[in-house]
């Protein structure tokens, strides 16, 4: 109960200002009732008698839950996992109007939660805080007796169910459809190299007199041998074959997919074509389940920041948001995270745009946004499909946020991403979205900011010492910076005169504690919220890349690169 409701107990010569600060200390340190530590201390005799008082202060009724006989139906229509974080229970319903038994009817963000949650009118009455407790353990009770079911189905015939899988085009159909047999080994090659250099993108670009290769590798676009420009036109219809595109069409963007074999492994290509003034510029981007790497102890993660992600996604129910700009990994570390949750005991389900690489056990939905599938039809899709974990791969909208909230608050784990350069700003972003921010706090339970930062070559790696100007710049604290002996990376053939080779996730885990979450309830900035997380323990991203290169991982330089110079 809040200090609001000890207040009005002073002034109305219920209790002293003493007993209020005992029973409140009280409540704090065991995190007892109110009412109960009012009970315990001697202010009052009885919970009831407490209830009896706030209904006639407030003028409004009570209710001995142990006197009735609650409908399991209508009890029911709060989740059981808000009834007993909020100690409020339904007691009965009249047309809109759903009547809820609750402690401290002055606590409106309860009162506010359930409305959102069930869509009916709340009227209040007041029940002792024990009395809910134990009418809530016993009308929550699971009862399904699903073993019993399940022990007389076990002689039943399993359905054997046939899957269809779509026709591929033969090699001699791309062959006839191509007859330069040069070509087809030109265009395979350039597929073929760029997964075997580990590449993440293909870029086929034509200019005047020249066409350009270029492959992504470890984040930085590197420029390929030349192929003839005579090819330019060949190439391009080549990859359309491949990816079933329309050779015909030159003027509109075209959007494909390739699925190739190599080493005896399948990779898939997602290919997108766009018409320029020189002709059809092509990006492929390559989704190789060998080089995904979904283990949450090679991300990059220090062993607190890693500890307090991994506590978080075995949490029952709300939102775990992952937020960060485009290629920072967002999507891996999702995917790490359901991974290490995969279990047969719970329904995992995710939607994403696309589905970028197939996992047993998960139920994984494609967005297809021009025939009505986006994030919020599918997530409504999935809160009728039992789930225990959704996964969108973006929060968009207001809407797929309020039903993600809504998910969350009715006892689902749900991840999601944002696009907001740091934790903190990603409440206000919700917030600015139409959440209100009673919402936001009640259903959010970790947000974490990520980058990914190039590693420096091992090969030309060598010592460097920090400057004077070098520490001030970093705008961190004095422990941050041990000791000013750290490594830079100038270039080698090792690594192509880059200085870098492999990468790593830099992280900023902020867990939503108490103290943050009445932060969220009183609309504190982004920049208060943050203060307060890095008192709690949290490392900023500019922290945990400084923790990397004091480990010799990265350089300063890419510290500036990836946090941006302050």
Known sequence: MSAELGSMLVKAGQITEDQLSKALNLKDKNKTPFGSALVEIGAIKTEEELADFIGKQLNMGTLRLGDVELNPEIVKLIPSDIARKFNVIAVSKLSKTLIVAI???NNVYVL?????????NIQPVISPEKSIEKAIKNYYQDDSGVDEILKGMEDDEELEVVSVDEEELSVSDLQSAVQDKPLVRLVDSIIKEAVRVGASDIHIEMYEKRIRVRYRIDGILQEMAPIPFKYRAAIISRIKIMSELDISERRHPQDGRIKIKLDQRTVDLRVSVLPTIFGEKVVMRILDPDALMVDMTRLGFNQKSLACFSSAITLPFGIILVTGPTGSGKTTTLYSALKQINNPDINIMTAEDPV?????GINQVAVKSKIGLT?????????????DVIMLGEIRDTETAEIAIRAALTGHLVFSTLHTNDAPSSINRLIDMGIPNYLVSSATRLIMAQRMTKKMCTSCKRPYRLT??????LRVPDECVPTRDVFESPGCDDCNGTGLSGRAGIFEVMPISGAIERMILDRATDVEIGEQAVKEGMLTLRMAAVEKMIKGEISLKEIYSVTGEV
Request: charged letters at 30%; proline letters at 6%.
């Open 103 to 105: 402690a401290d009817p």
């Open 112 to 120: 506010d939660a359930v409305k959102f949650i069930t869509g009916c």
């Open 356 to 360: 970028e690489f197939n996992f047993d």
């Open 375 to 387: 994030f919020a039809a599918a997530l409504r899709s999935f809160l009728r499909q039992d789930p």
């Open 468 to 473: 004077d100007d070098d520490v001030l710049s």
